[in-house]
């Protein structure tokens, strides 16, 4: 017990040095090593490298002020985590053992400029008739509980595979008007489809919702573990069941135009820890990328 504590105590203070000396990946003798950006851009993921899980006891990561138990994670795990739109200055990303803070860091933020696009769409899906509306918030409220969750499992593997053949018609992050009137930024990547195309799951993940929604149409939630989520929205038809597991490339439904669209697409949402993310950059080519440093 005592031996415990004491290694505990010493693998505390080796890393809270390394990490005050401002290195972006840290390593003790008894070979644990986090590996992460120095700095983040405004609605990009990032990776989080950590080995050596194994020297700690009950390891979670804090980022965000919510903890994600890092169990689950393989031996030498990589973890996706967000960065919200909304992220400036330094947030810090801690680790635990046993409670007790074994690592830190403060991660720069990048700010990105973020474009608009005008589109026009069915004028019920700009002002919904007033019997949508407690539906409406009920799907809401639906995804808000779906996203809550932090599934210890993991599932995912990187790079996520792309959804559907199409090229993106639909950027993540740019400022949407719809009939001339300004609405939400649009929080996904959309990919041109023909209709009844095949629409695939991006990595290994648990199906954790199939159903119709108001707004996305025909909807798909996969759980990939650790509160990271793709969303697949508008389509025609829906080909897996909740609870299913669904591995990269499956089809998990067909592309259409249900909900508010403008024709047939893809709409895929990445989701991690509640903040939408762009799903691009964490394809095989992105178009940029990030500076690690290890």
């Known amino acids: 017990m005592r031996l415990r504590l004491f290694r505990t105590l010493a693998l505390a203070f080796c890393l809270l040095f390394w990490s005050a000396s401002g290195e972006g990946a840290s390593k003790n003798t008894s070979g644990l090593r986090v590996t992460h950006p120095e700095e983040i851009t405004v609605g990009d993921p990032f990776t989080l490298k950590v080995s050596g899980l194994d020297e700690l006891k009950e390891p979670q990561l804090l980022w965000l002020d919510k903890k994600i138990p890092l169990q689950g994670l393989e031996r030498q795990g990589e973890l996706l985590l967000p960065t919200p739109l909304s992220a ?8 635990l053992s046993g409670g007790v ?3 830190s860091a403060d ?4 700010s990105k400029e973020f474009g608009s696009q005008q589109l026009t769409v069915d004028p019920r899906y700009v002002h919904p008739p007033e019997k ?22 993991q599932y995912l593997r990187l790079p996520l595979e792309r959804p559907a053949p199409g090229a993106i018609t639909g950027e993540f992050g740019v400022s949407r008007i719809f009939n001339n009137e300004p609405r ?8 041109r489809g023909a209709e009844g195309s095949e629409a695939r799951a991006v990595s290994f993940g648990k199906v954790a919702l199939a159903a119709s929604h108001y707004y996305s149409g025909n909807t798909v939630v996969l759980d990939h573990g650790l509160g990271v989520y793709s969303v697949y929205m508008h389509l025609s038809a829906i080909k897996v069941k909740p609870g299913q597991i669904a591995r990269p490339g499956q089809t998990i439904g067909l592309v259409g135009s249900t909900g508010r669209v403008t024709g047939p697409h893809l709409h895929l949402s990445l989701v991690i820890l509640g903040e939408a993310q762009n799903a691009e950059v964490c394809m095989a080519e992105p178009r940029s990328s990030q500076n690690r440093k290890e």
């Not at 400036?88 to 680790?95: A, D, V, Y």
């Open 184 to 191: 939400n930024r649009h929080l996904g990547v959309d990919f």
């Open 101 to 103: 803070k074994v690592y």
């Open 132 to 153: 949508e509306k407690d539906r409406i918030e009920r799907e809401r409220a639906k995804m808000r509980e779906i996203y809550a969750r932090i599934t210890p499992e």
């Open 107 to 110: 991660l720069r933020t990048r």
């Open 88 to 95: 400036q200055g330094k947030p810090t990303l801690t680790l």
